[in-house]
């Protein structure tokens, strides 16, 4: 099932919303380019969330102060991480996502309160997914904990909105709709998904199934309850 719109109509344009898609789409053009090159798995694993490097770096400041300086460098991968992708199917089903409910979001908040949304809501997932699996190696990479607290607000704000859907069937496309609560399950079943075509990223890939997967209901829930609160 393939969200396509909701029927809401604003009259402000969300242009946080599309330079976020589009800065999405341009850095992950560019880790096409360096798996091409042979340089994707040193950048991802440089920039990607690593849980166990943090805290492992964490460990040795309460012995050695130093080592802050390492937890700090490493805390500015809970930022970039947002911005990587692993496969081809999650960057689509990732911006597919935002661009059909990011829209509505960023007009009752406003610009740059969305914007800061957006980014919070995604460091914040990033440090519940170190919280629960402090010794995971493999690096976790997406805007999937930004987006599921868009998805969040979105269905605590517009939970009675319809949301015109295409049903794939082999060779045929239905259009139905769909109330949006409905998408805030079909996007754990579309998680299940996001390994089609995979980039090639050395030497454990990205994105591992682990417990990290259900911090996203973290995001959710911090989606849904700030949007509670300031409206």
Partial sequence: MIPISDNL??????????????INIVIFLWEIKLELSGELGAFINTWGLVPSQISTALNHALINPAALVVVFGRLFSLLFAIFLHGSFSQILGNMLFLWVFGKAVENILGHQRYLGFYLVAG???????????????????GANGAIASVLGAYIIKFHQVKIDTVLPLILIYIPIELPASFY???????????????????PTGVNQPSLAYWMQLVAMTIGAVYIRKKF
Wanted: charged share 10%.
């Fill in 9 to 22: 109509h604003f009259r402000k344009r969300p242009i946080i919303n599309y330079w976020l898609i589009g």
């Fill in 123 to 141: 460091i914040v997932t990033g440090l519940a997914q170190i919280i629960v699996e402090p010794n995971l190696t493999v690096p976790l990479i």
């Fill in 184 to 202: 805030s399950l079909w996007w754990y079943v579309q998680q299940l998904f996001y390994g089609i075509g995979s980039l090639n990223i050395p």
